[in-house]
């Protein structure tokens, strides 16, 4: 089963809007960390919004938030008043448990595009 | 500035030969990763590594070994290069704490095998 699911392969979005990315988790761990990372065109991976699984407030950073649903294991990332440099892969990603070794479980992602 | 560096953007290899991808760090982090990266699959992990001379399977390890002799050197072998492993990989380090940032990524090398 997957661990991290991203439903939207693809989404538009005009700019100034605000666009919600979906991201659904399993896990059955009681402690876990849930991340977005962002992925332009040349290929570098950008840190953009962590939230712990203890954590009672949402995340945010920013223009970012995180909607995190525990009982639904939803992690959605919102970006608020969308910017032509918003377009880009973004990822979700979980860290499970408490290793130390920081694995992250990568969900297959959705590619944003901001239309002027 | 925090730094992982791939040694090459773009390979292009012929099938069967033996590939390496070499991955630093320059933030004396304990664990290093690599991953791939396919279109409509993400990132799948490879193989990781949380000391020097240690090392640990990902989710897709077949056909991939890895080395690390130094602390800030992850290297990853192709021992015999075929056209399934065309993709992209990624190198990333990370200090094992909990919160954000994660993971630190690499520039990512975009390998063609022939």
């Known amino acids: 089963a997957q661990k991290i699911t991203q439903t939207q392969p693809g989404m538009f979005v005009q700019e100034k809007e605000a666009v919600t990315l979906d991201c659904t988790y399993d896990t059955s761990d009681q402690s876990y960390g849930l991340f977005w990372y962002k992925q332009p065109s040349s290929g570098e991976m950008i840190f953009l919004i962590y939230?712990?699984?203890?954590?009672?407030q949402n995340a945010t950073e920013g223009r970012y938030s995180l909607n995190f649903q525990k009982a639904r294991k939803s992690a959605n990332l919102v970006i608020s008043a969308s910017q032509l440099g918003d377009s880009a892969m973004y990822f979700c990603a979980m860290r499970e448990g408490y290793d130390s070794s920081y694995k992250l479980i990568f969900g297959s992602g959705t590619r944003l595009l901001v239309r002027p | 500035d925090v730094k992982v560096t791939q040694s090459s953007r773009y390979l292009v290899k012929r099938t069967g030969e033996k590939v390496f991808l070499e991955c630093v760090q320059d933030?004396?982090?304990?664990?290093m990763f690599w991953y791939r990266q396919d279109p409509g699959l993400g990132l799948r992990l490879i193989y990781f590594s949380y000391d020097v001379k240690m090392k640990e399977k990902g989710d897709i390890p077949e056909g991939y070994s890895v080395s690390r002799e130094k602390k800030e050197r992850f290297s990853l072998i192709l021992e015999s290069a075929s056209t399934n492993q065309t993709s992209m990989y990624l190198c990333a380090s990370s200090l094992g704490l909990a919160g954000g940032p994660g993971l630190f990524f690499g520039p990512g090398t975009r390998l063609t095998v022939l």
């Open positions: 933030m004396d982090h304990e664990n």
């Open positions: 939230q712990g699984s203890y954590d009672e």
